[in-house]
């Protein structure tokens, strides 16, 4: 895959959205050396990382995701299994301990927006997909206990052109000043 013509930050932010159908074609080393490399670059609170990526990419493999995550519609190149690493979170009281979850959860959710925005930037295309089953993936994937699958990208060239979905109004969401 040529990766020459890479569009601006701005062109990639505005011009992507989600990707469900996915064309049968393969997506090479160095590209999926890429995405890893945007995705880990993301930001992180107090730069703790505390996160885990699992990478599947054989076709039998991709299936057996699948089967586990009815909101991955399309037949995918390669899944992204992005997941909290529990062990990289300081334990304390119950409160405490639910919002540094909450804050990882977060952290994981920009690493996978980066490695999406990557995708569209290299002409290929994914989603977040957070229907899937948890148990089952940890099983499948042989994850320990302190790792907990938050989001399944799958990602892939997309099999026809971007259509945008619609926004709210900015004047419902956005206030500007106090
Ligand atoms: C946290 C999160 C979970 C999502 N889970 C799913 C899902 O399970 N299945 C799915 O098809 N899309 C899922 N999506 C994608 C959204 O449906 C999609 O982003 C939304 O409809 C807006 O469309 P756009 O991304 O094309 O702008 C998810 C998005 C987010 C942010």
Known sequence: MSHDHVPDALTVL??????????????????V?????AMLAAPSASNRQAWR??????????????????????????VMVACVDGGRIGVGSAPAAQRVTDVARLCVAMAVENLLLAAHALGLGGCP??????????????????????????????????????????????RYGL
């Open 53 to 78: 990526f699992v990478v599947v990419r054989t076709h039998d493999s991709v299936r057996a995701v699948r089967a586990l995550a009815p909101g991955v519609l399309g037949v995918p190149a390669l």
């Open 33 to 37: 050396d890429l995405l890893v490399e």
């Open 129 to 174: 997909v957070s229907s899937f089953h948890t148990g089952g993936l940890r099983v499948l994937l042989d994850l320990p206990p302190e790792v907990t699958p938050q989001l399944v990208v799958p990602l892939g060239r997309p099999a026809r052109p971007l259509r945008k979905s619609v926004r709210r109004d900015p004047d419902e969401v956005i």
């Open 14 to 31: 505005r011009t992507r959205s989600a990707v469900r159908d996915f064309a049968p074609v393969p997506v090479d080393d160095r590209t």
